[in-house]
């Protein structure tokens, strides 16, 4: 994307912050954990790591990534013994900080993240790792990670005091006791404890945190969000076995539709990314009505059809990606307009849309689904001519076939 080189470490961080959002929507509910935790350790870490303030902010909004496959959010599973019998829990850890290292400047919150499940007195996973060797930054998440679900669990009408003797409980067993002070030390502010209870204040208190980081150089800023997007595509398709590397090879078959088609290179550009993420919201589905074998009722469909909805949701935090939010969210749409989730016509549909829709159509078509044999590339291309006019763009189907 063609950005000027002052707005480059807005978009990095707004990226991550649209990463985050998406991994806690939790069917469609925005449950704010992460965003909760990032401000908790930032806080935190203003007191003992001020240096650092920055890396802890971004582990604590990415701490759960290696979750994300998950039937439910991390947070629904509250017994201790899930978490060391469930492998993608027990792990979770690990797999997060392999996936934040491949976004270079957020190496050293990679290593925060690989800890933030280790106990003080070494009773904790994935490695069992005590004391003074499980990383600061880990022991700061994982406090902050504790008092949410504290909160949770008290419906955030608790006082601060009840959080604070519930937290002590686990003092010198989970948490250092200067992890402990601190922690309790943050939730004695009342107005910093009553704003985690209120979403309208925490969203607005997180953006202005937000704004506030400053972790990496700005010139290398365009690169490091390249690779956020790329992570941002793995993620989505990690939430289901099948949907492995899907969003991927859409944003291929997608630039190789628009360039058969002679499309200029900044749309090229913006249809690679609108494909990378056309399907951040499937991850606020239920997990039976994606996975389901068999045809969705009308109930279910319902559902699914907000799907676009969310990835709208999810992509209007990153100012730079409001421009193509039209293409994302109407890849459903169809020619003839009995698409979703606007019912557009023809050209009503935004151009990239309509690409989108024939190379993710020709995508599903030719991978596992768990409602379709799989076609070959043949059948599949057979099956786009035969809905051309239909559920294609005739004009787009036509050059499509030829490419695919």
């Not at 604590?60 to 979750?67: E, K, M, Q």
């Not at 027990?90 to 990679?110: D, Q, S």
């Not at 991850?283 to 279910?300: H, N, Q, Y």
Request: hydrophobic residues 40%; glycine residues 6%.
């Amino acid at each position: 994307m063609n950005i000027g080189q002052e707005k480059k470490e807005q978009f990095f961080s707004e990226l991550i912050a649209a990463l985050s959002l998406m991994m806690d929507l939790d069917e469609s509910k925005k449950i704010y954990h992460a965003w909760r935790v990032a401000l908790l350790c930032e806080k935190m870490a203003e007191h003992i790591l001020p240096e650092y303030k920055a890396h802890i902010f971004y582990a604590g909004l990415l701490h759960d990534i290696g979750a994300i496959s998950l039937p439910e959010h991390v947070v629904h599973y509250t017994n201790i013994k899930d978490h060391f019998r469930n492998p993608i829990i027990f792990n979770h850890p690990v797999k997060g900080a392999e996936i934040v290292r491949e976004i270079k400047p957020l190496k050293i919150a990679a290593g925060m993240i690989e800890h933030h499940h280790e106990n003080w007195d070494g009773s904790g996973y994935p490695r069992g790792t005590a004391g003074d060797d499980i990383n600061i930054g880990g022991q700061i998440i994982h406090a902050a990670d504790i008092v949410d679900i504290l909160l949770r669990e008290t419906n955030y009408k608790e006082d601060a005091k009840v959080i604070i003797k519930k937290l002590e409980e686990r003092r010198n067993k989970e948490i250092s006791s200067l992890i402990f002070e601190l922690t309790a030390f943050i939730l004695e502010d009342r107005d910093f404890f009553l704003m985690l209870s209120d979403e309208e204040k925490l969203s607005k208190i997180f953006y202005e945190t937000l704004q506030k980081q400053r972790l990496i150089d700005a010139d290398e800023c365009g690169g490091d969000a390249r690779d956020i997007i790329r992570v941002f595509s793995r993620v989505i398709d990690a939430k289901h076995n099948y949907t492995a590397g899907h969003s991927e090879r859409v944003a291929l078959y997608s630039v190789k539709i628009a360039k058969g088609l002679g499309l200029p290179h900044k749309d090229l550009s913006d249809i690679k990314i609108a494909a990378y993420l056309h399907d951040a919201g499937k991850v606020a589905i239920p997990r039976f009505i994606l996975d389901k074998p068999g045809r969705l009722t009308d109930e279910e469909f319902k559902i699914m059809k907000m799907h676009p909805v969310y990835t709208g949701d999810i992509m209007s935090i990153v100012t730079e990606l409001q421009r193509i939010i039209p293409i994302s969210i109407n890849h459903h749409e169809k020619y003839d307009g009995s698409g979703y989730p606007h019912g557009y016509y023809r050209e009503e549909i935004p151009l990239g849309a309509r690409i989108m829709a024939i190379a993710d159509a020709f995508d599903a078509m030719t991978s596992e689904r768990p409602y379709q044999r799989i076609k070959n590339v043949h059948e599949a291309r057979e099956e786009i001519l035969k809905n051309a006019g239909k559920q294609f763009d005739p004009h787009i189907a036509k050059e499509a076939v030829k490419l695919l």
